[in-house]
Structure formats: structure tokens, C-alpha cells
């Protein structure tokens, strides 16, 4: 990282820094929020600090689906327009105890509700590599920031692949954590039972720190687990001893050539670093996709009940007057197209007569898939897959088709309802656009994969085409 | 024809916390509005509820004094629908996996004797908040203070036969879950709500009739009031040929009646699924035995020991068990030395009603022990100690004793004064000395009655008596 602990005035040298950089990136839309004042103020907040912490003086921007007292939170929703959460999340009190400096708050497709972060109701994100094309999403922002070189990390928030699809991407490192591993106190509920804080870091090194700076448990999160504190990852000499599962099911014949090629170049590092690959088989993942597209907008009609126009943000007042008039119009306005078809699936599959045909088997069917891992897991120590079917693809290439958006994250998904770590990491560029390949780690292993990931991208010219 | 009525009871009752089911802020009644409240019972973006350990311990206790099996898992749920006074949109729950089945509460029937009433169900969850339709002119104002508050919800079965018994059963279910410590059960603050579920079918028929539920009721007087009104109103329905609709009644205490609520609130789906923000609830057997073992004894198992120890009547027992205080006071005075069965009727008497007006004991259970003493060994007439009772409530220094001869309540059973009081009520009544001369003994209660009242009860009435017969015979 550019910063370094312990350095005085670094504070206020990176917010100045950072606010040029900020202003340098506007035309991507990746921010919702930022002001120099404010970088300014954190900036003396830092160097305030007694003891400056592990992350003195870096700057880190948040998904606007992370709540935070200073900037308005609006998780890219006109429903949330203006609204300030009188509370920090617990990831942001770590962070500003850590000494980081909080940056910006970044554009996301509605309440994290899509892969291209083309549905935020404040404008598209463009790719920083190529801006005709998407970022990813639903953390696209982020995403974008860190692959503009604006932020060193960023934080996003995954419900079925929101980080990792768009760290392929953009061609940053993209993390996300066991189920449990980080707080979601104060991260605005989309899936609960899915959602995760996650990282996005230019390297594994600038990742891994924030990482274990966010993770632990907290009392204001019954879902965290207690278990030991995540440390940093270790400098593997080789992968000796180390064995690769390759999912036959995340390599279809039709997989992009780009793609399939930067795979084969990352499984070839493997054997020359001494480590194994071996095929192995998740049969129930194919399913991952549609079971997912179940449990989550189950979630999020419960979850997104409460804008309901009576205790914040906007409120619509309908032509009749009446209390259901307000909830009709302040929904009907506020929710944009793709938030308000999940509250409609998720209110259909929760509702009487559909619920055992759809939700309670989604729920039996994300078991199998997690039992798949969990037997897998016996035989290999990692996972390797690809990321995405395809690099980037063009803006308004899928915003009228919903399940060719959905299908973005048919290798992402499965890991999200297994609650397992994975994490996406650049391997190399077909035709300029960035690859990524996937690691997944048994649940609570992540110290593993960052390790094993930090080799491989050691080893791993990620700039370079492949073919 | 002759109809059958059949009624269950929903009855919630608040948990005895310092603070709310999922947060921490405080629970306490008649706060200005919104001043309790918490980005979580506010349900703000972000937050996550958190479980109340004493909510579930005391949810817990009245589970296993209801009889109930606790289960080792249970799972909250989301019960989702819209209100203004819901933040969150759904109210957290337990559905399908609730925290206890299958209990009991025995009771005394006013119809049918000693019976028994299943309790399908307890689980908890938490309360709403609260509309304010008269703060502001026109509008209606939302109190969340309530909300996130902790409630046990008590299901009971379809036993009950008239409202009469419905009554006798909820003032039994409110005295153990007050012995168990877990609610204050108070209509009147809305610790306690009832919801009845009444449908009527004809005698002798087993398939159950459309049931109806009837909604606010603020006093168990109530609840039969309007169950009476509703099963009238019902029997009216059916006997015109009419059918009864599954509805939603609210009971207007100010005319007795009950009306139906709009119709259209009733095809709620409330689309209940497992809440992911709460893992199930676990609780381990050893705990749940704990729980079990610190249970303080409850009123039926007092009444029995009552009963069995102190050689007391069912109708004594019932009355000194009406709450914990009572019989724990009653056992306080016969360990300090008071024949049981008149520390009874003193607890049943002057006791009570202190007890009752000012929710204490003002007369400690040593004293009043001592008070008995001073009447079983004739020193005070039964009269006086009712004044030396009153007089004993009023400072807890003095002896029973000193204070009833400073009263001058010390009985005279024998000697001159005695002898004076008798002879200014003989002399008083000279038509009556020669009625009793002629033959009419019975006069005789009336000259004691004319003593004591002569001596302001000092008098020993088993003195009198001898005194009087000496001095008739005496007199010519």
C-alpha cells in the first residue's frame, strides 16, 4: 500500500491526494458521495489518533449500501434519497479505529440488486478499462475505483457474487469472507442469510489487511460466528502439498476462449509451483442459479417492507390520501424496475400454496449444494474456477433481458448460498479485457486461499494477453 | 335448540424485561413518545435484531409452569405484512417451530368443576408499536416505544364451554405466570391481552362451527362480556338461518356489543418464513432443567400443600394462594406460633383488605402472631384485637401487647369493674331483669351484648356471663 503506518501529516497528505483523484475519476459514476471537506476532516481524524492503527492513513471507499453518519446512505435507490443513518456500521468503526480514512461512498445497482450496476437510479458505472462497457455489479463502484487506481481498497457487498464479478471485471482482487466472518450490522439488508461484507484491493496484500481489520464477531450481529480472528496471509514459498479441485460443472464446453485460456495458463502455475489440480464434481451447482433467484428476493421483500415512506427517506403521498395510497405510490415511485420484480418473486414464493413448491425447496436444494462442497472439500484443499462466463460485457447488452444478467453470475452464486470464502483474482486479459479466476476455500479457511492467491498472483502476469 | 359454545383463548403477555426483545432499550410504560427507541426497533436500514437472553428465560419459566415441552430448537420467523405501526414490515416471530407444545392449566370451572385446559402453544415474538388517533388534529401520529417490546404469546385449546369459564381460566393463568415472576399481567398497561376465538355448534355435535375472534377487551370482565355478546350474536345469526362468517370482532365496552371489523383485513397471507437475521434458538437440556429446578412452588401445588399441612378447607387454601404474598405471609404467621386456621381467617380478613388497598403488610407476621396469642389466652377479646389490629398497622415499634394496654384493651374477666358494668346495665334495664326473672333465659346474650358494649369490648365475655347470673339471682 501506498501508506504507511506511523507517518505524521499522512493523513492529510492522502486526503488531499484522494480528492484529486476522486475528482480525476467523475466521469466513471462510480461515486454517490464525496466531498474534500470531508476527506480533509478524516484526514485530521487520522492524524489525530493516538496510535494511527494498521491502516493509518489509507483510503478506502464503501458501497452505498454501508451505512455512515458523515455521508448519506442511499444504496442507489431514490427511495433512500437524502437519507443519513444516524449509526456507523461496525465495519466503518473498525475501519476508522484502523486509522483508514473513509473516501467516498460508491454508486451499486439498486440495493445491490443486479451485475452490471447499470440499475442504480443514479446513472450507470462505467468500466475503467473500457468505458462502452459495464463494471460488474452490484459493488461496480467499487470496483471501478480501485481498477481506476482512485482508492487502494473498497468495500462491497456480495449476495450471490456482487464483488467477485465485478473484480473479474475490472481486474482488481475481489473477496469475500465465510458467512459469519465480517458484521453486517449497518449493511443495508438484501439477502441476509447471503449477504457479506467483501473486499476489493488492487492485490491480495492491499486486500487481506482490511479484510482482518472488518472481521471478527460482534454482539450486534447474531449471524457473526466466534471463532479466531482472521490473520494475514502467509508467504508461501510454492503450493507444494496444496491440491486444486477443478469443478467439472464451472468449465463448459461454451465457456468464453478467453476465459477457458487464462484458466488453463493459471492451472498450468499451479503444477509449476507444486501444486496438484485434480477434476472433481458439484452436481447440484447447476441449480445454484435458479435457487438462488429464489431465496433471495424471498429475503428482500421482507427485507425492503420497511421503505415504506411513514419513519424516512421519501415519502409519496398518493391521490387517495389513505395510508395504502402512501405505501403504493412511495413504493411504486421509489423502487426502480429491478428491485420491484424481486418484491414481486419474493412475495410469490413466500406466499400460501407456493411456498413448499418454491421456497422450501430452494432451501433443500441450497443444502445439497452445500453439501457438494463440503464432501469435495475432503478430497482438495481449494477450488479453482472461473469467475465469470465471459469478460465484461457492453453496456445494455443484457438490461432487457433479466435471466441473461442473472446467468453473469452462474459461477458465483453457488459459493454465496454454501457461505464458503471465494475470492476473484486477475490471470490475465483476452482482447484487453481483464480475466478472473476464482479460488474457493472450505468455510473458515480463508487464511488458505489468500495465501494460495498471493503465490499465484506473484507468479501471475495478469496484464498479459492469453490465448 | 340447544347450543354448544366453544372458545379459545389467545392471550399475549408481556415478559418481565428491563429492555425489548431484540435491542436494548428500556421497556418501561408511559414514556413520552419515540424517546425508547433504537435504530433497531425503529427498524433503520442496516440494523439487526439481537436476542433478549431474559425475555427467553422468563418465556421459558412460563412455558414449563404451563406444562409445556420446551424444545431444545426453535426458529424465529418473519410475519410480514404492512403498518404503519410495524418499522420493519414484518413482525419477528416463531411459526412453525415454536419454543413450547403441549401444556395444561388446571382450573375451577364455575360450570364443570376442577378441569383442564390445554395450551397448545407458547412462543415469543415481539410487540408493535402504537397509533395515536387523538395527538395530532386530523392525522395519526406513530408511538414506537412499544415496538420490539417482548411478548409470549399462550395459545390455548378449543376447551372452554361458556364465557364464564373462559373468565375462570385466564384469572388462573394470570395468578401462575405471576407466581412464575414472568409477566405483570396487567390489562391496564397492556402486559396482558386476550384474543378469543368463539364458535357455537348444537349440542351433542362434534364437527366445530365457523369460529370468529373477538379483539379488545381491557378487563377479564370484559372478555366474558363480549364473548356473551358474541355467542348471542352468533345463536341470533343461526337460529334466522343466517351463516356465521369467519370474522374479526372488536368488543365496544361502552355498549357491550361487538362488530365486525372490515372484512378485507382478513385475507392476510402473512408469508411466514425463518427469520436469517436469527440462527435457530438452541437450548441445552441441563439449562433447560435449571430453568425447571428455580421455579418458586405455583398456586395449585400450594393450595394442595396448604391443604395437607395446615388441615385447611379448599375454599381457605384458594383464597390464601390468590397470590404468592398472601400465602407466604400466612406461613410466615403460623411458624411464628399462630394457630393455622386463625392466622387463616385473619389473612383472609383484616389482612387482605390492608393488603389489598395499600399492596403491603403493615402488621408483620411476628406481631400478628403475637396478636392471636393475646386472644387465645384471653388477654384481648376478639373485638378488641380488630381495634388493636388497626392500631398495630399504623407503627411497627410497638408490642402487641403494650400497645393493647395502653389502649386500655387488657379484658377484665373478673373483679369490680366487671361487677360495676353489670350492675349499671341491670339497673338500666329493669323490664328486662323481670322478663328473664319470670323464665325467659334467653335474655341472658342480651345483658352480655349490654356489657360488652358498657365496657367497649375491655370486658371478657366468659367472665360476664358468671358475674351476671350471681348478681340476677342477687337482686330481688
Redesign the interface.
Known sequence: MTATAGQRGIGATTARETAKRLADAASLNATLSWSEELLDAEGARVDGMNKPGPLAGIPIALKDN??TVEQP?T?GSRI?EG?V???N?TVVERLRAAGALIAAKTNLDEFAMGSSTEHSAFGRVKNPLDPSRVPGGSSGGSAALVAAGVVPVALGSETGGSVRQPASFCGVVGVKPSYGRVS??????F???LDCISVFGRTVDDAAPVLSTISGPD?????TVARPPLGLPKALPNLAGMTFGLPKEYFPPDLDAGVAAALRRTTEMIKQLGGSVREVSLPNSVYAVPTYYIIAP??A??N???Y?G???GQRRVGPEGD?RAL?RTTRGEGFGEEVRRRILVG?YV???GY?DAY?RKAQRVRALIAEDFRRVFQDVDLLLTPTTPTPAFKAGEKTEDPVAMYLADVFVCSMSLAGLPALSLPVGRSNGLPIGAQIVAPYFEEERMLSAARILEQNTDALAEVR | MAWETVIGLEVHVQLRTRTKMFCGNRTTFGDPPNTNVCPVCLGLPGALPVPNAEAIRLAVRGAIALGCTVHETSVFARKNYFYPDLPKGYQISQFDRPLATGGSVTFESPDRGRMKVGITRLHVEEDAGKLLHDRVPGKTAVDLNRAGTPLAEIVSEPDLRSPAEARAYLTTLRQILIYAGVSDCSMEQGSLRVDANLSIRPTGVEKLGTKTEVKNMNSFANVERALEAERERQVVLVESGRRVEQVTLLFNAGTGQVKPTRSKEESHDYRYFPDPDLPPLVLTPKWIAEQRAALPELPEAKRERLERVYALSATDTRALTAEAPLARYFESVVDAGADPKTAANWVMGDVMSSYNESGSFPVSPSRLAALIGLVRDGVVSHQAAKRLFSELAKSDEEAPRAAAERLGLVQVSEGNALRGWVDEVLAANPAEVTRFRQGEIKLMSFFVGQVMKKSRGKADPKGVQPVLQERLAQVK
Do not use: K
Open positions: 454501508i451505512v446512505t444504496c433512500l437519507y443513518s444516524p449509526y456500521a453486517r450490522y449497518g449493511l443495508v439488508a439477502g441476509s442469510s454482539a450486534l450481529d447474531a449471524t424471498a429475503e421483500a421482507a425492503l417492507a420497511r415504506d411513514v419513519r424516512y395510508i405505501y412475495t413466500l406466499s400460501a411456498y421456497y
